[in-house]
């Protein structure tokens, strides 16, 4: 009934696992702010192509999976470094 009504919870003697949980927290969240960061200048980026006539469909097709790589390398590069829950 437990794990139905919670996020999470944990079994043990000591508070640790909470502050552990914290640290992932901080660090998820950087890792969403450098997404989003991306994201708008990607997007500034892509407009101002399309805008100046330089953008093909050729150089879309190419970016838009590109931007999607970077995505997934910037969130691959900011795992979390703590050993619980890994």
């Not at 000591?14 to 998820?28: E, F, H, N, T």
């Not at 892509?46 to 590109?66: F, K, V």
């Amino acid at each position: 009934m437990l794990e139905k009504k919670s996020d999470f919870y944990f079994l043990g003697r000591s508070l640790r696992p909470v502050g552990i949980l914290l640290d992932i927290a901080r660090q998820r969240q950087a890792s969403v702010c450098l997404v989003f960061l991306f994201a708008i200048a990607y997007n500034i980026g892509a407009i101002w192509l399309c805008l100046a006539g330089m953008m093909s469909p050729l150089l879309a097709a190419i970016l838009m999976p590109l931007s999607s790589l970077v995505l997934l390398a910037i969130v691959g590069l900011r795992r979390p470094k703590s050993g619980f829950l890994n």
